[in-house]
């Protein structure tokens, strides 16, 4: 059998099918690469959170040792103490 001559039009054809293979492929590949930097970002906020929540639970314990149960008016930069109210004995 005989080998015979694409035309140029079918080898452009060819060529733009190559191409975009080789373009959806590196966009495939960026994607899996930006899934695994977002997984390593992921994975520091959670870490970063559980370290904050830490943070914010040993700095009300101290709060609560130092002024007793109550709330803050950042605002004014005051602590504002509970009051417990009496069984009312009839």
């Known amino acids: 059998m005989e080998n015979k001559k694409l035309t140029q039009e ?3 054809q060819i060529k733009d099918v ?3 293979s080789q373009a959806v492929t ?3 590949g960026q994607i899996e690469l930006l899934k695994l930097q977002l997984k390593t970002r992921r994975k520091n906020a ?3 959170l559980e370290e ?3 943070e914010e639970k040993a700095l ?3 709060l609560e040792a130092a002024y007793g149960k109550g709330s803050i008016d950042l605002e004014k930069g005051e602590f504002i103490a509970y009051v417990e109210q009496a069984e009312v004995v009839e």
């Open 10 to 12: 079918e080898l452009q």
């Open 18 to 20: 190559q191409a975009k």
């Open 26 to 28: 590196s966009e495939l």
């Open 46 to 48: 959670e870490d970063f």
């Open 52 to 54: 904050l929540s830490k």
């Open 60 to 62: 009300a314990e101290s």
